[in-house]
T-cell receptor, first 114, second 114 residues
């Protein structure tokens, strides 16, 4: 069964450093998402992406964040200058255009900012 | 805007006993409803969804949920739980117009006791 994959599974970085989290969505999906889950809190939407542009973004997704689909398979989330409060589990998800409602999630990347 | 309230943060239950995890939502527009499960150190897996039609929906692993529009609830039930059901359960909603983000509740940790 096709699945969303994410790398790395765990990333440790120092405050102020740039990080790139990578995701490979399911191959025939065209909508992509990033969510995050701070430890002990709810899963929160960051951004959705379709046709090489952002469809929707939350208040959390400020200028420190950016997304990109650099090639036909990867979908990346970049945090330019990490803060301690960026420490969280980051989930990538994808969905089909036809279905447009069922989002399939990857296993997540745990980001630890020290 | 949509919001989701999961009334119980933790639910301990003995093996083979029934369980109900409660979820209430608020929305000014029509929504789809979902339950996701997160096993330890894993990503989010879709348990079941309500889109339209019959208000009782069945999902994987013997779970079912009932949509109650008047009470704006979507409670998750299982008649007999197993140790392997120990996990975090998240209720989520999304607007049913287009490809819109999921809004999650805070989650309920189900602990099944032998």
């Amino acid at each position: 069964e096709p699945e969303v994959t994410q790398t790395p599974s765990h990333q440790v970085t120092q405050m102020g450093q740039e990080v790139i989290l990578r995701c490979v969505p399911i191959s025939n999906h065209l909508y992509f998402y990033w969510y995050r889950q701070i430890l002990g809190q709810k899963v929160e939407f960051l951004v959705s992406f379709y046709n090489n542009e952002i469809s929707e973004k939350s208040e959390i997704f400020d200028d420190q964040f950016s997304v990109e689909r650099p090639d036909g398979s990867n979908f990346t989330l970049k945090i330019r200058s990490t803060k301690l409060e960026d420490s969280a589990m980051y989930f990538c998800a994808s969905s089909e255009v036809r279905a447009a409602y069922e989002q399939y999630f990857g296993p997540g990347t745990r980001l630890t900012v020290t | 805007a949509q919001s989701v309230t999961q009334l119980d943060s933790q639910v301990p239950v003995f093996e083979e006993a029934p369980v109900e995890l409660r979820c209430n939502y608020s929305s000014s527009v029509s929504v789809y409803l979902f339950w996701y499960v997160q096993y330890p150190n894993q990503g989010l897996q879709l348990l079941l969804k309500y889109l339209s039609g019959s208000t009782l929906v069945k999902g994987i692993n013997g779970f079912e949920a009932e949509f109650n529009k008047s009470q704006t609830s979507f409670h998750l039930r299982k008649p007999s739980v197993h140790i392997s059901d120990t996990a975090e359960y998240f209720c989520a909603v999304k607007r049913n117009s287009g490809n819109t983000p999921l809004v999650f509740g805070k989650g309920t940790r189900l602990s099944v006791i032998a």
